[in-house]
């Protein structure tokens, strides 16, 4: 049920009112209260002390303490009693009930006392920390005998006043509550009839006039009642006459407006069908409008949002418009203003103004251009690349109405093109061009000599001793000469000259339109000189000398290539003619050269058909003056010139890799063949034969030689121990740690290894402590001085000593003459070979040989 | 005989009760004084005045006794001291209670009892008469709050006043609190006075207790205590708290007595008592306590004197015992000798046999008996 509003004040006033009441009868209630109990507490706290002090009288004048304090332990048991203390006539405490002292101002009150006149008493309240006490102090006999003191618990009186406060609230709260439920009820019986009159006159308001309201009191509510209900009548009549004259005229309008309605429908059919059609018509414009504004939309959207820039330009050089792309590729703000500052294309845009020329010249060929790219001047004044692409617009008549094109920024992209051809023709480290932008220059000036008379030369230069220079100072003080010898070059060169680095140190220099050879050769000479000047790099000069290798007659080639090659031969011959010096390739060269390569073609079919054969030179032991083992050897039977010995064709074999081929057929064949003589002529002599092989420093190099040597010996299978590897120094002093792998892994096979030529390369001894040697051959040109040189001796007699110290086989090669011997002999030797005993020998020389048991010499 | 044999003073009215009993098992077993037998009727009060009343009432009204004998505490005994009087018409006499409390020696219930031992006045003025000899003048007196405490606290009082001096400061405590029970702000109250001694005047646990506060505080002050503080349980504690704290709570304790060191075998009396305490076989007067007994003790000493009192009493009267010829008998006790040098007399203005009072300090853990004062020398 919801309350009346006219609830609100009478709840309001009462809230006021009760509150009121409340605290008032709270308060006064309170104190009385208080006034009550404090007055009854002290009536008990007298009694009690007067009680004591005149029932306990004999106790108290014995001053016996004990007494005494058993008697108020009794008194504190009484309720509401905090504490009893006597004390005697001179206010000195006899007995107390505190724990564990009296306080202070108990204390004071008990001194204060001793003066109190006769039989007066003294009321007090005392606080005591958080407690408050009612204090009465009593005389006993008129303070001749002391005084009592009682303290009373005033806490005990202020929780009865908060009880009793509550209490009363209480009380009033519930009479509050009561007096809230009779009054809405009252309020109830007011409005509710008053409600039922505020509905009807709603309804009046309506024109419903009948359900009228029942009240029937007599008071004020039923008077208006009354005055409403009369009202109501009043109203209804006048209403009802009203509306009667109404109809009779509404009638009247009604028969009118029908005449008119059917002339006026007639018409409205007409014109509806007219509308009809208009709208049709209407709507299919709208249809096509805002299909046109939709492709509109799509292509200006495009056009503004493009990353290339589009334009349309008038054939006079003007642009007609531009999209924002546009403005921005060119530095301007807006394409507006970029249309509004450029009335030449041609001077204004391009850098060179026959582009414009060009541009027209095109389109009007061939109706368009495709990446037409030039360079064009921004606003700032930056010159930037860009491609066109655009055709042109004609109107139906075939009149040029505008180009229309895109415009791409290619800037970027063009350095990184130019990065790229630079990268792809020149030499990093030096910055000189590289060997194929050299041959392209080469073959132009080629071309050039054979269009009109064109003298060039072309050098080509190697330094001396530059990978000694690269591996004891460091490939980063090889790189600094480097830079520095083509520094030099660049100084002797003049503008129109060549000058490359093939890599390496190997460098070519074209020199073009020279006027007689001897201007090459004056060049030549100052590139000898210039590079011998000693260079400071990090410190230290280091110095280096070049090769030179010079075509003069330059004519008559066809290849650039093949140039290159005839100066490369003349600079390999400058270097074999001693080093630092420069050397013009002439006829005999290359002759040589069309020797050296109808060899190698001889060579390729040679290992093709296996046209060499093994040789075996054998090994005297010296102790026992027998063959105790070989060096195979190989021999070329070519067809035509006969036999050719190793040293003819093995750089070439190792310059063409088919050294490999040689290198593993000797192996095979002198390994099968050893095994042979070892199984066929037994215990008498063969089973101690050891067989030498050559192994070329580039095979050595190779990973393939352990494969060929391990399947080799399987093949065979011939003792490990029985194969000696032979390899010169110089193979094991080129790439060390490789060496020592190689050396390593061949041990592991069980073959052992063989120095040859000992001495005659690196002078460092240390090598052979680092590898694992096991024979050392001391080179035949020793041998050859040893009667006579005092060196040769000196060197020969050392390695022996050095063999003997480091407990290696010393063999001694190329023994001719008995005084050889003799010398080999009295320095200790113990293994010789040579002519002196046998020359090399065929396979079946040595079947009879050790058949025919004729050992020595 | 009602005493407490629980709570906070339990042990000692156990130990009470054994010494009595044993003498008293020994003087039935020998066939009492012409077949005459002692009865003890054991009640329990707690330590607790109303308990207490109630116990008396209903011995003399219930069990028609011949006497009441060796109650324990000053406040229960204080407190059923009327009875005596309302009662007196049946002839009931208190005899030898373990207290020495003045209110059991003067008017106007002192005509209805007899003590045996030394007052409290006399343990607490030869304890201040000791101290301040050997220059100990600033005493404080801790104590019970109630008669026991302030007579003990009195005696000390009286004791000073005899010398010219006060008391330096005093503080009370509640009876019944257990050992456990903090004193340290109580410590610190009497500690602010700085005295040159402290006179307890309490129960074994609240003496112990205080004992533990003030060493912990990191004072050596000499603590005195009176015989009702049953000296060997109060060492047994603090002997415990030493083992348990490794800290020295033994030192400087002066205990008064009221009986011989039982360690003195020179006394017939003592090797009487060991020998029947040895001997004893009776069951406790209270089984479900876990308590297991001391061989010796001050208190169950005095009980054990007690007994032979009651004993003596009986035997003169061993024609018709009646309670009406007990002051009869009572004042025919006329250096009597119960065997500890020093005799036993009573007479019409004589109620208290004993008036020796001796003083014994711990040394190594156990009581003995002080010869010499100028230990304590100021």
Not at chain 1, 118 to 140: F, K, M, N, Q, T
Not at chain 1, 622 to 641: I, K, M, Q, S, Y
Not at chain 1, 696 to 706: E, I, W, Y
Not at chain 2, 41 to 47: L, S, V
């Amino acid at each position: 049920m919801k309350a009346p509003k006219l609830f609100l004040k009478p709840l309001l006033f009462m809230v006021v009112i009760f509150g009121m009441i409340s605290v008032v009868s709270s308060v006064t209630f309170g104190n009385r209260l208080k006034r009550e109990m404090t007055r009854e507490y002290e009536s008990k706290a007298l009694a009690l002390a007067g009680s004591m002090a005149e029932s306990d009288i004999v106790t108290i004048l014995s001053r016996d303490a004990g007494s005494v304090q058993a008697r108020i332990d009794q008194y504190k048991q009484i309720a509401g009693v905090s504490y009893v203390l006597v004390a005697d006539e001179h206010g000195e405490i006899l007995a107390h009930t505190f724990v564990p002292d009296v306080p202070p101002a108990v204390r004071a009150l008990v001194s204060k006392t001793r003066d109190l006149p006769g039989d007066e008493y003294i009321l007090r309240d005392i606080v005591d920390g958080d407690s408050r006490y009612l204090h009465v102090a009593r005389p006993i006999l008129s303070g001749l005998a002391g005084y009592v003191h009682i303290g009373m618990d005033s806490e005990i009186i202020a929780t009865h006043i908060r009880e009793a406060v509550v209490e009363q609230q209480l009380v009033t709260l519930i009479l509050f509550a009561a007096s809230l439920i009779i009054a809405f009820i009252f309020i109830m019986n007011i409005s509710k009839p008053l409600n039922l009159l505020a509905e009807y006159a709603g309804r009046v308001a309506n024109k419903d006039f009948d359900s009228v309201p029942e009240i029937n009191s007599h008071d004020e509510v039923g008077q208006l009642a009354h005055a409403m209900r009369s009202m109501a009548w009043h109203i209804s009549e006048l209403v009802s006459n009203l509306e009667e004259r109404v109809r009779s005229k509404t009638q009247e309008l009604k028969e009118a407006r029908d005449a008119l309605r059917q002339k006026v429908e007639s018409r409205t059919s007409e014109l509806l069908r007219a509308n009809t059609q208009l709208k049709i018509e209407i709507a299919e414009r709208k249809v096509i409008g805002e299909a046109l504004r939709k492709a509109e939309r799509k292509y200006r959207t495009i056009f503004e949002n493009a990353l290339e820039g589009i334009y349309q330009t008038s054939p006079s050089g003007r642009f007609l418009s531009a999209n924002p792309s546009l403005a921005r590729i060119l530095g301007f703000k807006s394409a507006d203003e970029l249309m509004g500052s450029v009335y030449d294309i041609g001077t204004q845009m391009y850098m060179e103004p026959q582009r414009r020329k060009e541009f027209l010249r095109l389109i009007e060929e061939t109706g368009e251009v495709k990446n037409f790219v030039s360079k064009v001047r921004r606003r700032d004044g930056r010159i930037i690349w860009i491609s066109e692409n655009a055709r042109r617009i004609s109107d139906s008549d075939g009149a040029v109405m505008c180009y229309e094109g895109s415009v791409e920024d290619i800037t970027l992209r063009k350095k990184a093109e130019d990065q790229l051809k630079r990268q792809a023709f020149h030499d990093p480290l030096t910055g000189l061009p590289n060997r194929a932008l050299f041959l392209d220059h080469l073959r132009m000036a080629m071309e050039r000599g054979r269009r009109r008379k064109h003298l060039f030369a072309v050098i080509y230069m190697d330094l001396d001793r530059f990978k000694v220079i690269n591996d004891s100072l460091g490939h980063e003080t090889g790189d600094e000469l480097l830079r520095n010898v083509a520094r030099v070059l660049e100084k002797c060169g003049r503008t129109v000259d060549t000058i490359a680095r093939f890599g390496g140190d190997e460098f070519a220099i074209l020199l073009e339109e020279i006027s007689a050879p001897r201007d090459t050769i004056a060049i030549a000479r100052r590139i000898l000189e210039g590079v011998r000047q000693p260079f400071t790099i990090n410190g230290n000069e280091v110095f280096t000398s070049a090769s030179l290798g010079i075509v003069l007659k330059t004519d008559g080639y066809d290849r650039p290539e093949a140039l290159l090659r005839d100066a490369d031969t003349a600079m390999y011959r400058a270097k074999e003619h001693g080093k630092a010096r420069f050397k013009v390739f002439n006829q005999k060269m290359h002759d040589q050269a069309l020797r050296l390569m109808a060899l190698e073609t001889d060579l390729r079919r040679a290992v093709d058909l296996r046209e060499f054969e093994v040789v075996y030179q054998p090994i005297v032991c010296l102790d026992t003056r027998r063959v105790c083992g070989f060096e195979a050897l190989v021999r070329w039977r070519h067809p035509e010139h006969g036999v050719i010995m190793p040293g003819d064709f093995i750089s070439l074999a190792e310059d063409t890799g088919l050294i490999y081929s040689i290198d593993n057929l000797v192996l095979v064949e002198a390994c099968a063949q050893v095994k042979h003589w070892q199984s066929t002529f037994g215990a008498r002599m063969g089973e101690h034969l050891t067989l030498n092989i050559n192994i070329s420093g580039k095979h050595f190099g190779q990973p393939l030689l352990l494969s060929q040597v391990t399947r080799a010996l399987g093949d065979s299978g011939l003792h490990p121990e029985s194969l000696n590897i032979e390899i010169t120094e110089s193979a094991l002093m080129d790439n060390p740690a490789m060496a020592e792998e190689v050396l390593k892994q061949l041990k592991i096979l069980g073959t052992k290894v063989c120095i040859d030529d000992f001495g005659t390369g690196y002078s460092s001894l240390s090598y052979l402590q680092r590898f694992p040697i096991d024979v050392v051959k001391v080179d035949r040109s020793f041998i050859d001085g040893v009667e006579g040189n005092l060196d040769s001796q000196a060197i020969v007699r050392t390695v022996f000593t050095l063999g003997q110290s480091l407990g290696l086989k010393v063999v001694a090669e190329g023994v001719e003459t008995p005084d050889q011997l003799a010398f080999l002999e009295r320095e200790g030797c113990r293994y010789v070979q040579g002519f002196l005993f046998y020359k090399p020998l065929s396979a079946g020389e040595v079947d009879e040989l050790l058949s025919g048991g004729s050992i020595g010499s | 005989m009602s005493a407490a044999f629980t709570g906070a003073n339990s042990e000692m009215g156990i130990e009470f009760y054994r010494g009595l009993m044993a003498y008293i098992d020994h003087f039935n077993k020998q066939g009492g004084a012409s077949g005459w037998k002692i009865s003890v009727i054991p009640a329990n009060d707690g330590y607790n005045p109303l308990p207490c009343f109630k116990n008396t009432v209903d011995f003399v009204e219930r069990d028609d006794v011949f006497a009441l004998f060796s109650y324990l505490g000053t406040p229960t005994t204080t407190h059923i001291l009327p009875l005596l009087q309302k009662f007196k018409e049946r002839d009931t006499y208190l005899l030898f209670p373990l207290t020495g409390a003045e209110p059991m020696r003067t008017e106007p219930f002192g005509k209805y009892v007899y003590n045996l031992r030394a007052s409290y006045f006399q343990e607490t003025g030869g304890l201040v008469d000791n101290l301040v000899r050997v220059g100990r003048k600033r005493i404080a007196v801790f104590y019970q709050n109630d008669a026991y405490g302030r007579t003990g606290w009195d005696g000390v009082r009286r004791a000073l006043a005899r010398n010219g001096l006060a008391l330096a400061a005093d503080a009370a405590y509640q009876r019944g609190v257990p050992y456990e029970h903090d004193f340290t702000a109580e410590v610190a109250h009497i500690m602010a006075a700085e005295p040159d001694a402290v006179i307890c005047v309490g129960t074994y646990a609240s003496q112990a207790a205080f004992i533990r506060d003030l060493r912990d505080a990191g004072h050596d002050t000499p603590v005195a205590g009176v015989s009702f503080s049953d000296s060997d349980k109060m060492l047994e504690i603090l002997t415990l708290e030493e083992r348990r704290t490794g800290r020295s709570y033994t030192n400087n304790l002066i205990c008064s007595q009221v009986v011989p060191c039982y360690e003195d075998l020179s006394l017939e009396g003592v090797r009487f008592y060991r020998e029947l305490m040895d001997n004893y076989e009776g069951s406790d007067v209270v089984s479900s306590q876990n308590y297991s007994p001391r061989r010796f003790s001050y208190v169950s000493f005095e009980g054990f004197l007690n007994g032979i009192m009651l004993g003596e009493i009986i035997k003169r009267m061993a024609d018709a015992p009646s309670r009406d010829r007990i002051p009869e008998v009572m004042n025919s006790i006329r250096d009597f000798d119960l065997g500890i040098g020093e005799l036993v007399t009573f007479g019409p203005n004589r109620r208290q046999g004993l008036d020796t009072v001796y003083y014994t300090t711990v040394v190594n853990g156990h009581f003995q008996p002080i010869r010499d004062w100028t230990g304590w020398n100021r």
